[in-house]
């Protein structure tokens, strides 16, 4: 499985709302038919974190990218505070 970190630059991104950490977006490639490729946004300091995948599979279309859905909902669900 390979990683790859992204910047947060353009995004409004709340710190870890347990310890106030920096926090670091990343996509991890599975292995094709073995492991689902996902985003994951966490705390480096307390390493908390929320993952979705970013593909998705429907019938008669196959497998597609929905990368850009996946990385807007995990931000906007780190972002809410209770």
Not at 34 to 63: D, P, Q
Request: charged share 30%; glycine share 8%.
């Amino acid at each position: 499985m390979s990683e790859e970190k992204s910047d947060l630059a353009d995004h409004v991104v709340k710190p870890c709302p347990f310890c106030g950490g920096a926090v670091e977006l990343k996509h991890r490639m599975g292995s094709w038919g073995y492991s689902h490729n996902f985003a994951e946004i966490g705390c480096t300091k307390c390493m908390i974190k929320l993952v979705e995948e970013t593909e998705a599979w429907e019938r008669g279309k196959g497998t597609f990218c929905i990368r850009k859905k996946a990385v807007e909902k995990l931000l906007k669900r780190w972002n809410t505070r209770h």
